[in-house]
């Protein structure tokens, strides 16, 4: 199988994959909370909206960047085909982008004062939105699933990995604002550090069956491509960096600051998970495309 | 669709002229190589945006009928597989399939996004940086429209490359794996012949003298397509478990009732 040619997708994919996983689980998040009651998780609310539009605009720029024509762009919506995680993406990308544009923008009108009765609407555009942030968090991980590439071809569970992913940064990154925002939005932090937990533990099982479906493939070929992961020359930067420092740490921190309901254990948990969720989708991205 | 059309190449006839790679390089304008010292005649090793046709230079002890080194050699082209991983791929529909079976990339459609380089199972579709599209063999497309064979069919010299209807090369291609036989290649082998086999048969296929692996070809090579559906079921239930999560996470945690 030595004669497997790259995508040689470049760095700036990574961090694409990195950003619509964050908006997509920041939406989904900010969703749930005003599906159970909005006026108390508003600042949830308002945060996670806002944070999935910001994390969001660079998304499409990067992938016309990245194309060998950019002027061609928009031949990815000449197609909708099931075959084509990365067709499907970007069909997800569309929808996800004009519902996190609604989103903020009734936020916004509702911070401005201007909202007369929004609520209803808003609601509809988060559960639609909902649908496309969990397809756009996912849907990377699929896609590398349906190519030909040695580690990626005989992992189950990268779908299943990158969308945990994504809700655990998005639970992070709306925690470490709401922090940050101070007295105002204090009473509120509970729920994205409770969300934070349950995310990494997702995350944790799902990178487990992704390195236990590779290793019983029976692959040769996709064996030896895990080897780069567990014992090779990515191995510092999965095992410290991705599980250990990423994924384990700031399961164990976050779990103690449950308990002790500390901002800045939480801070740091959140950061952690930032760091740690971007290192799972770069290492397994640049393990795969050696 | 018009009968498939197909490509044949017998690799106990390959005498490694190069002569297919060269007029594939003339018919299609396609560049040289820098040549790569790799200690055998083999001179660059993968397909390239220059290099559609690539005879393979391979020796295996003991690979012989009466045991000493074959030499084996091999003209290796794409495969134009009937299930074709880098068309499902394609998010454009810049590669699609023509009237007589074959893949073919249509340069002023595709954007460059390299997904079909990644779910080829054979590292046959290359990048090429100058025009920042996607580069392969294609069949001759533009000479098969007007009643030509594929520019290396018709320069070999020996006939190890032919084309024709595949329904008829397969037949004249089992023929000659029995003739093999007899002659005592005992791993005479016919490579993606076979339509209900593996990504649903080839319309190049090989004849091979020894295992598929020898050739660094893969035994029986996956459609990665056919992965979506379980990844996709793991993903919902990660949202599934995700959305719970939430549920749970926020349900009576945080804020004051106002």
């Known amino acids: 199988m030595g004669l497997l040619q790259s995508p040689h997708w470049p760095f700036l994919i990574d961090v694409y994959f990195f950003l619509g996983g964050l908006a997509g689980g920041a939406f989904v998040i900010a969703t749930v909370a005003s599906i159970l009651n909005a006026r108390r998780h508003r600042e949830v609310v308002r945060v996670g909206y806002y944070v999935a539009l910001a994390a969001l605009i660079p998304c499409p720029l990067i992938l016309i960047v990245d194309l060998g024509v950019p002027s061609r762009f928009l031949n990815m919506l000449m197609r909708f085909n099931v075959d084509s995680p990365m067709s499907m993406g970007a069909w997800a990308l569309l929808g996800f982008s004009v519902c996190a544009f609604l989103a903020a923008l009734f936020t916004l009108l509702e911070d401005l004062g201007r909202a007369r009765d929004l609520a209803r609407v808003k609601l509809v555009v988060g559960v639609i939105g909902a649908g496309f942030g969990f397809f756009l968090a996912a849907y990377p991980g699929v896609l590398l699933g349906a190519t030909a590439r040695p580690l990626w071809i005989e992992s189950r569970s990268l779908g299943a990995l990158f969308l945990a992913v994504g809700a655990s940064t998005g639970a992070a990154t709306i925690a470490l604002i709401l922090i940050a925002m101070g007295r105002r939005a204090a009473d509120q932090v509970a729920g994205v550090r409770a969300m934070t937990v349950l995310a990494l533990i997702i995350q944790i099982a799902a990178l487990a069956v992704f390195v236990g479906s590779v290793q019983s493939s029976g692959s040769a070929a996709s064996t030896s491509a895990l080897r780069l992961l567990t014992d090779g020359r990515f191995a510092a930067v999965f095992w410290g960096g991705a599980i250990a420092v990423g994924s384990v740490l700031p399961l164990v921190l976050g779990l103690v600051a449950l308990k002790k309901r500390s901002f800045g254990l939480t801070a740091l948990t959140s950061l952690l998970v930032l760091i740690g969720g971007f290192l799972v989708k770069y290492v397994i991205m640049a393990a795969g495309q050696v | ?258």
């Open chain 2, 1 to 258: 669709m018009a009968r498939t059309l197909a490509m044949f190449t017998d690799t106990s006839l390959c005498i490694g002229c190069r002569a297919c790679q060269v007029a594939c390089k003339q018919w299609n304008e396609l560049g040289a190589e820098v040549p790569d010292w790799t200690g055998t005649y083999q001179n660059h090793t993968h397909f390239t945006d220059k290099t559609f046709r690539l005879v393979r230079f391979i020796e295996e002890p003991g690979g012989k009928p009466n045991g000493d080194l074959a030499w084996l050699l091999m003209s290796d082209v794409c495969k134009h597989c009937a299930d074709a991983g880098c068309l499902n791929a394609c998010p454009t529909g810049a590669i699609y399939r023509t009237e007589h079976g074959t893949v073919h990339i249509n340069q002023d459609v595709c954007n460059g996004c390299r997904y079909c380089v990644s779910a080829c199972p054979f590292g046959v579709v290359s990048f090429n940086e100058q025009t920042g599209t996607a580069s392969k063999c294609s069949f001759c497309n533009d000479r098969i429209h007007n009643g030509l064979g594929p520019a290396c069919a018709k320069a070999c010299p020996t006939e190890s490359i032919q084309f024709g209807f595949r329904d008829e090369l397969v037949a004249r291609a089992q023929q000659r794996v029995e003739a093999l036989k007899t002659m005592g290649f005992k791993n005479a082998q016919l490579y993606g012949a076979d339509s209900r086999g593996f990504l649903g048969g080839l319309n190049a296929f090989f004849l091979l003298l020894s295992r598929p692996s020898v050739y660094g070809l893969p035994e029986s090579p996956k459609l990665p397509q056919k992965n979506i559906v379980m990844d996709s079921l793991l993903s919902v239930g990660s949202a599934l478990l995700v959305g719970i999560g939430a549920l749970v996470a926020f349900r009576g945690r945080g804020g004051k009732e106002q």
